[in-house]
Structure formats: structure tokens, C-alpha cells
């Protein structure tokens, strides 16, 4: 999520927004992977029913370029068009300098957003 949170900070994690409403575009959120400990911090790209793709690094929802001023400097990622699901959200951090392979993002079910991230803290030292 460079530049946007700092790696190794201390964040918190506030799940009551989501017991009322439903995760936004560009909301920071937490997944959880496996278990109930490992958790990712990830940027709401593209809501459920949506239809996402990337050309050339721009992420395209429904056909129209979505604006991301938190991305500094974007790979020319690719990804061919995807209807996402009911219960699906695409999630990417905003680093977006390397490789898509190289990074754990990607289409998640609603049931492993955890919550939204309010509060960053410096890095463990």
C-alpha cells in the first residue's frame, strides 16, 4: 500500500461501518487471507456486478477510466475484461510500480472484508 501506509506501521481496523453498509470504491480495507491473524490492507478497486479491466496500467469499470490519484507510478499492468460477481470486490494496494504477479491483490468475497482502515501509525522499529 506504498506510499499510502508505510510497511511494518500499526494500524486500526474499525469493522463497524460495514455492519450498516456495504465496502466503497477506494475505501483502504482489511482481508483476511487464512485463519483470523494474517490480514492484507487493500484499496476497493471494482464493486460487485461490476465489469473491470486494466489497458496499459488504467483500470476500466464498466468501460469508463477510473481515476486513481493514489497510484503514483502505475506498470503497465494488463487484465482482460471481468464481470465480477454479486458478492465480489476487486482489491489492489497502490503501489503499483511492479508486476501484477507480484502482488497479492485480486478478486475477494465480501465475507473476507474484515473492515475499513482508520488510523496509521510509524513502523515498529
Do not use: C
Not at 475505501?27 to 479491466?53: D, F, H, Q, W
Not at 487484465?79 to 475477494?108: C, I, K
Request: proline share 10%; no cysteine; hydrophobic share 35%.
Amino acid at each position: 500500500m506504498e506510499p499510502t501506509l508505510r510497511n511494518g506501521s500499526v494500524n486500526l481496523i474499525n469493522r463497524l461501518p460495514y455492519w450498516w453498509r456495504e465496502p466503497r470504491r477506494g475505501e483502504i480495507v482489511a482481508i483476511r487471507t487464512t485463519g483470523t491473524s494474517v490480514m492484507y490492507l487493500k484499496r476497493i478497486i471494482a464493486m460487485p456486478n461490476e465489469t473491470v479491466e486494466i489497458r496499459a496500467g488504467r483500470v476500466f469499470i464498466n468501460g469508463e477510466p477510473l481515476a486513481e490519484r493514489y497510484v503514483k507510478s502505475p506498470d503497465p499492468w494488463e487484465m482482460p475484461p471481468r464481470r465480477l460477481g454479486q458478492d465480489e470486490y476487486l482489491v489492489f494496494g497502490d503501489n503499483r510500480s511492479m508486476p501484477m504477479e507480484l502482488h497479492v491483490a485480486g478478486v475477494v468475497k465480501r465475507d473476507r472484508i474484515v473492515g475499513k482502515a482508520i488510523w496509521q501509525g510509524k513502523p515498529n522499529p
